[in-house]
């Protein structure tokens, strides 16, 4: 069984909402989308995305290959675009299947793991976390440079033969949880607080997830704030 809780927000800051999301425990398929670009090119790179993931999965393909596909419908639309505007997101993409789940991402929007601690288990394709795997920043600096949004990936802006899409794979047990979210969560809440909060079996996934985005808006609300919990029972 997977109980799940789900939410977005606009933030405090930003006029529309580019994030999209998307949360089905019948196919074990859950996913969050950040989308970018002028005008309101983001709103429709994320959902394209989103829509195209889901088409995808339900013709019976992979989440790597879906997400893959979706980013070459994303870029094909692109190159049709003729005012040449910017249109690209970011995916962070769940798939609980039986005993086993599956997770793919591009960009900063992550996947934490919950099991008897919070883990990071997606990796930020983001100029500030090539600056720190390189030795020439920390952990401690990157939180708060300046470039920490600047990605290296992302859907609709990385060419099909450049594009990498990260992955993980594991066995999943009762008791675990999985947080997939957008930057506007994470750069408002940290890792310490979002650990609590997951841990609070007390609390239902949705009651969770309402808490993580109340936190966000306590912080600023800088930013699109979308945020999914699917918990394994």
């Known amino acids: 069984m997977i109980e799940f809780g789900h939410a977005t927000h606009v933030g405090l800051r930003r006029t529309r909402n580019e994030d999209t999301y998307y949360a089905d425990a019948s196919s074990g398929l ?6 970018m670009g002028g005008h309101q090119h983001g709103e429709v790179a994320s959902a394209l995305v989103r829509d195209a993931v889901v088409d995808l999965v339900t013709r019976g393909h992979g989440l790597i290959e879906a997400v893959q596909g979706a980013g070459e419908r994303l870029l094909a639309l692109t190159r049709g675009n003729g ?4 249109m ?23 996947i934490y793991l919950w099991q008897q601690g919070l883990r990071q288990i ?38 099909a033969d450049q594009l990498h899409i990260g992955m993980n794979r594991g066995t999943a047990l009762p008791g675990m949880g999985f947080l997939l979210c957008s930057d ?29 985005l109340l936190g966000a808006l306590d912080g600023g609300g800088s930013d699109n704030i979308t945020a999914i919990l699917a918990r394994i029972s």
Do not use: K, M
Request: charged share 20%; proline share 3%.
């Open 122 to 159: 997606s990796h930020d394709h983001s100029l500030v976390q090539a600056l720190v795997e390189a030795g020439q920043l920390d952990p401690a600096q990157a939180s708060q440079h300046p470039q920490r949004n600047v990605l290296t990936q992302a859907l609709g802006v990385t060419a």
């Open 184 to 212: 506007g969560l994470t750069e408002d809440v940290t890792d310490a607080a979002i650990g609590r909060l997951v841990a609070r079996t007390d609390l239902a996934a949705q009651e969770c997830v309402d808490q993580l």
């Open 30 to 35: 859950f996913l969050v989308a950040d989308g």
């Open 88 to 110: 690209g997101t970011t995916i962070a993409a769940l798939r609980i299947i039986g005993d086993n789940y599956e997770v793919a991402w591009v960009g900063d929007s992550r």
């Open 83 to 86: 005012d040449r505007l910017p």
